[in-house]
């Protein structure tokens, strides 16, 4: 059953269309890795999802509803989709558990014992727990983006959205965050991940989607547009990547 | 009677005269100065955030309608009050209330409000400032955990945005400590004109206004350095603990960090 399902997506910044016509929907479960050069319109996509942009038209469905038409309430949507961003975002103001924190209590209206228990929960996980006492400014990119997963995680979301989690990272960082991801694409949570990762791509999901010039050109299996992409624009763009 | 012959002289006398004068203007003057900069703030505060609102593409007309003349009242308001000096706000405030609106205000009561919308109308463009500085990241990490607007703005935008305009604040404050004294026009009995009528008594301008500028001097001075002292304590801790290591839960190890410059 298709958790996010989002059909004739358009989206245009002026005169420029970003998203022409798209069209997919990601099930319960599935880990669906979105590929393609810069301005393709994978981010806006993402974005759009989370209503961080609004789409021109089109509609995007949550369990069936409009997650636009207002009968859902937005607050209620957000916590179920969560968003990890590729300059982390964590809230500079407030320390690690703090950030996992402060979504649990204003929105979901948890007590403050409950939020930091399960925030300590999803720190564990990402490895992050021994650093909870400490602000963002404090800790390195890679530790950065594990806090800002579990953040994100802490709402206890059906879903979590990527948005290039490791562009903005040292090489040598990239790996914690990668396997961070690996293991709760293994523990069954939905996600929805935009990345130049390929080898992410590859390994990890379920399904590929390939985007160009702001159209899917491509959606399948990893094995299948790895080894054999039928669009002539994706082998030029997975060939260019492979030399790389 | 006999008149000292120095100017130290002056100084201890005039001291002996008019201190209880000195500390009861200078009492005042504080007292202006601090409920105006917190009322200023206030002010500031709500209109900052006002102006920062922004409606969404889909909201109804009417209330876009709405937003826009109340944001055009709030810009009016503060190039208005920025665009004309305190003395004259005063005098068009204070004797333009009595003449038309009947209303007999106390003069600290007028003082109070004069100082604080004046006050309001720069700190509104400070806080403003300070709301753009938050970088815009994390408004939006906020939006996609489900925070509404009013709730991203407490918790997470103004505590940062206060913190880096401390300096501006503290500016705010010092500039109305002496900017109170132009409240002389509408006799609030500030320290400029408690200091005046002491002067007038005998004649001795320079010793009496030798002895204001210190006590202005001496106000500024200490309240830069509290200032300075509670930006210190909202940057919190320097280092932060990792507790638990690979061998023992219990243990705690405090990590120093240097401080980046603010």
Request: charge should be positive; charged fraction near 10%.
């Given at each position: 059953m298709a958790i996010i399902e989002v059909s004739h997506l358009e989206k245009r910044f002026g005169d420029n269309t970003v998203l022409k016509d798209i069209n997919f929907s990601v099930s319960k479960g599935e880990v669906v890795s979105i590929i393609g050069s810069s301005g393709s319109g994978k981010s806006t996509l993402?974005?759009?999802?989370?209503?961080?942009e609004t789409p021109t038209s089109g509609t995007i469905r949550y369990h069936g509803r409009d997650i636009q038409d207002g009968a859902l309430p937005q607050g209620e949507f957000h916590s179920k989709v969560g968003m990890v961003f590729q300059s982390f975002n964590l809230f500079n103001n407030l320390t690690v558990l703090d950030n996992c924190v402060v979504g649990q209590m204003k929105v979901l209206k948890r007590s403050r014992r409950e939020s930091e228990e399960n925030a300590r929960k999803y720190l564990e996980r990402v490895g992050m727990l021994p650093y909870q006492n400490a602000r963002p400014a404090q800790i390195s990119g890679g530790q950065k983006q594990r806090a800002a997963i579990a953040r994100a995680l802490a709402m206890d979301p059906e879903a979590l959205l990527f948005d290039e989690p490791t562009s903005a990272l040292d090489p040598e960082m990239v790996g914690e965050v990668l396997g961070t991801m690996k293991?709760?694409?293994?523990?069954?949570l939905t996600m929805l991940v935009v990345t130049h990762e390929?080898?992410?791509?590859?390994?990890v999901s379920d399904r590929v989607v390939f985007m160009d010039s702001g159209v899917i050109v491509e959606d399948a299996p990893p094995k299948e547009l790895f080894a054999n992409p039928k669009h002539p624009r994706t082998r030029e763009f997975l060939s260019r990547f492979m030399q790389g | 009677m006999s008149f000292p012959s120095t100017f130290f002289g002056w100084v201890a006398f005039l001291l002996d005269k008019y201190?209880?004068?000195?500390?009861?203007?200078?009492?005042?003057?504080?007292?202006?100065?601090?409920?105006?900069?917190?009322?200023?703030?206030?002010?500031?505060?709500?209109?900052?955030?006002?102006?920062?609102?922004?409606?969404r593409d889909r909201?109804?007309?009417?209330r876009k309608g709405l937003m826009s003349f109340v944001k055009g009242l709030l810009a009016a308001y503060i190039e208005v009050f920025r665009g004309t000096p305190m003395m004259v706000q005063a005098m068009v405030i204070y004797y333009g209330g009595m003449q038309y609106l009947h209303i007999d205000m106390p003069v600290m009561v007028s003082a109070i409000l004069i100082v604080s919308?004046?006050?309001?109308?720069?700190?509104?463009?400070?806080?403003?400032?300070?709301?753009i500085s938050v970088d815009k990241?994390?408004?939006?990490?906020?939006k996609s955990i489900g925070m509404t607007h009013w709730q991203t703005m407490c918790?997470?935008?103004l505590p940062q945005a206060v913190r880096n305009i401390m300096p501006s604040i503290g500016n705010e404050f010092v500039v109305n400590i002496k900017d109170s004294s132009v409240l002389n026009v509408i006799s609030v009995s500030e320290l400029f004109f408690m200091s005046k009528s002491a002067a007038g008594t005998y004649y001795r301008y320079f010793e009496v206004f030798f002895i204001t500028s210190l006590i202005y001097l001496a106000l500024t001075f200490s309240i830069t350095r509290l200032l300075r002292f509670i930006e210190k304590k909202m940057d919190g801790n320097s280092s932060y603990t990792i507790c638990g290591s690979q061998t023992d839960s219990r243990s705690a190890i405090s990590v120093p960090v240097e401080k980046k410059e603010a």
């Open positions: 993402l974005r759009c999802i989370n209503l961080l293991s709760l694409a293994q523990s069954g390929m080898a992410f791509a590859r390994d | 201190g209880m004068v000195f500390l009861r203007g200078t009492g005042t003057t504080l007292l202006i100065a601090l409920t105006g900069t917190v009322f200023g703030f206030i002010i500031g505060l709500l209109v900052a955030i006002a102006r920062t609102i922004e409606l909201a109804p007309r009417w919308i004046n006050t309001g109308a720069y700190m509104a463009e400070i806080i403003r400032g300070g709301i990241g994390q408004v939006e990490a906020a918790s997470i935008v």
